[in-house]
């Protein structure tokens, strides 16, 4: 068992006993058996999304280059939205385009920071399981929330302290399925040469660890 797969074990069970204690209703052509394994597995695509984020959060921060961490409160002030209201159309645009980080209306959910201490980069990524394509609604506040997280990453990179070379903002669309365009979007078979680490294999890895703890509750 990989050491990955070691430290997410406790989370990917605890996932596991609350999917099995998960209350359903019978549906009345799929009977029980049927029915359990639909309930089970729709709210088990979800939380792998969130199995996914973690594995891909605690491998970056095994490499020392990395100072590497999540920020559920990442604030988005009023000038963000305005620089990115005109750029929102054309989002190749805003590379370059900064402003300063400071409180805002808003917040944002960052799943992964990464610097690079050798380069001297900082890169901010949200992570989506990325097997279903979404809407045009959602693609659009999506790209919205990218972009002021795009324009606001140097100077927050600076105020934590760090001297930033270069800043970027990606999405990991882990499956493929990309709701966002280039340069913006990354997919699992571009991460490791996006980090110059390896890291799609030991995801793998609790992937697997995953699927194998599923399929044991959904066949016992």
Known sequence: MSHLVEKLKPEVEATINRLNGKKFRPDPIAGEHFSKIVSVMS??????????????????????????WEDRSFY??????????SAIGAPDHIFGTETAYREGPRTLQVDAIVY?????????YEIKRGSGLH????????????????????SYGQQKGYEVSEATAHIIFYY???????????????????????????????NTFFKERLFSILTS
Do not use: M, W
């Open 43 to 68: 709210s088990a695509y979800k939380r792998h999304g969130f199995i996914i984020e973690r594995a891909i959060l605690e491998q970056l921060k095994t490499n020392p280059d990395f100072a590497v």
């Open 76 to 85: 988005v002030p009023s000038t963000a939205d305005h620089i990115v209201d």
């Open 116 to 124: 690079n201490r050798r380069t001297k980069a900082i890169r901010a």
């Open 135 to 154: 809407d045009a609604g959602k693609r659009r506040s999506i790209l919205r929330d990218l972009l002021c997280l795009q324009v606001l990453l140097k």
């Open 176 to 206: 493929g399925q990309c709701s966002i365009k280039k340069p913006f979007s990354l997919v699992r078979e571009e991460l490791d040469h996006h980090f110059e680490y390896p890291v799609v294999d030991e995801v793998e890895g609790v």
